[in-house]
């Protein structure tokens, strides 16, 4: 695939919001690459999302959320409790047998979605911080402890600072240079970062290992211009972030993940 | 079973009130909007039939902040207007538009000058990071509508600050 001009104006800004396929991606750099005209565009664009980042957000103010808690109090009171329980004697028919087993279906199905809810709450919050971590590593000027393209050298480095030992690859071939690594806290417990780049793009990774008997994992968000990408394998939780495009962070996790468990 | 709880729809508070407070431009009509929209979003609770609980929010403030439009016939641009006049004083390096304390302020101002279709685009990709295809499910159009809305109203916002650069 190749393009013009004319459709680097129609896909410019699906490709800003890394909502373009990786197809149309590479054609769409391949053609900006060799175009100073579409690159001009395209550091407009970013420019403009530059200064909307700018903008602070409205929270709700107290005096509302207090409202708003209110009213969901008064309906969840005004809700009669859905399932009534009386005991009759048809129950002990065998009608009840085939009752009782289906609320057990209808329990473990209860269940199974609070467990579900449970997590998601839980990801949305390590995705909030690992978004946090992300933003202040670039905002603090704290991107790296130890700079080195060397993966012999950043894997080293975190022994004896987190008592476990990161899997450090080197992506470069890939078009994902390492450039070092830190050391972050994420949902209070310290994580590894490993920072690549692609171009003027940082991608930093969280790794840690996974609490015994907490549920593997994956998610996939897209949270105030950043994209978040996580899985566990084999006991680590790995958290990827950055603003890149989705299609080719999704690209770099793919790489990440074949190279550490290769 | 009802598919979405209060205590979800509670979490999304700060981007119902955003978005509310975008649309209607101003704190007390933006919470009236989102309490009315907590009102309607919980008695029909059980009508949700699943997907992103998020987008189901916003698309009932949505839909209330353009009825409230309609019922008060709220004016949207003279209030802005009151604050456009007798600033300006300082003018950013033309090259590039440089980040300064004054960008937020005049970022504001083109947002809020923005038609409404405009501005919820922006503010749901924006400050909220939802995809098109959730952004399409709030504002009720097809995807390519959003992906067009989303290209002018950058466009005007670039048009917008570039001018007040002088």
Redesign the interface.
């Known amino acids: 695939m190749s393009m013009k001009c004319e459709d680097i104006e129609r896909f410019a800004d699906a490709y800003v919001d890394g909502e373009l396929d990786l197809e149309r991606t590479l054609a769409l750099e391949s053609h900006v690459s060799a175009c100073q005209a579409c690159t001009a565009r395209l550091d407009g664009m970013r420019a403009v999302r530059q200064a909307l980042r700018t903008v602070p957000y409205f929270r709700a103010p107290e005096t509302l959320a207090a409202r708003v808690r209110t009213t969901v109090a008064d309906v969840a009171a005004a809700t009669p409790s859905r399932q009534p329980r009386s005991v009759r004697a048809r129950h002990r028919s065998w009608q009840a047998w085939v009752l009782s087993a289906a609320s057990l279906v209808a329990a473990s199905l209860v269940l199974a979605v609070v467990l579900h809810e449970r997590t998601v709450t839980a990801d949305d919050a390590t995705t909030e911080a690992v978004i946090e971590g992300h933003v202040r590593s670039l905002m603090a000027g704290h991107l790296m402890d130890v700079a080195s393209t060397d993966r012999h050298t950043v894997k080293p480095w975190f022994a004896g600072r987190v008592d476990f030992s990161p899997t450090v690859v080197d992506l470069v071939s890939d078009g994902f240079p390492l450039v070092g690594g830190r050391l972050d806290y994420i949902d209070r417990h310290p994580a590894a970062a490993l920072v690549y780049k692609r171009r003027d793009h940082v991608i930093n990774v969280f790794v840690w290992p996974q609490a015994a008997g907490s549920p593997s994992h994956a998610t996939r968000s897209d949270v105030r211009g950043y994209h978040v990408i996580s899985w566990t394998r084999d006991g680590v939780a790995v958290w990827i972030v950055s603003d890149l495009a989705l299609s080719e962070l999704d690209d770099f996790g793919r790489k990440l993940d074949a190279a550490m468990h290769g | 079973?009802s598919a979405v709880s209060?205590?979800?729809?509670?979490s999304h508070?700060?981007a119902?009130?955003?978005l509310a407070?975008?649309l209607m431009g101003n704190?007390a009509d933006?919470?009236d909007v989102?309490?009315d929209a907590?009102?309607r979003a919980?008695?029909g609770a059980d009508q949700f039939r699943g997907g992103d609980e998020r987008a189901w929010l916003l698309s009932i403030v949505r839909n209330g902040c353009y009825s409230s439009h309609r019922r008060q016939s709220v004016r949207q641009a003279a209030d802005f207007d009151e604050t456009v006049h007798g600033e300006d004083t300082v003018r950013p390096s033309p090259e590039?538009?440089t980040?300064t304390r004054d960008?937020?302020r005049?970022?504001?101002r083109a947002?809020e000058r923005l038609t409404p279709d405009f501005q919820e685009v922006?503010v749901l990709?924006?400050?909220?990071?939802?995809?098109?295809k959730k952004i399409a499910e709030v504002v009720a159009a097809p995807v390519g509508t959003v992906?067009s809305r989303?290209?002018r109203a950058?466009a005007q916002?670039?048009a917008a600050?570039a001018e007040e650069k002088g």
């Open positions: 079973m209060g205590e979800t729809l509670l508070l700060d119902a009130y955003n407070r975008w704190p933006a919470e989102v309490q907590y009102v919980l008695a590039q538009l980040i960008t937020s005049r970022v504001r947002i922006i990709r924006e400050f909220e990071g939802l995809s098109y992906m989303l290209s950058r916002l670039a600050l």
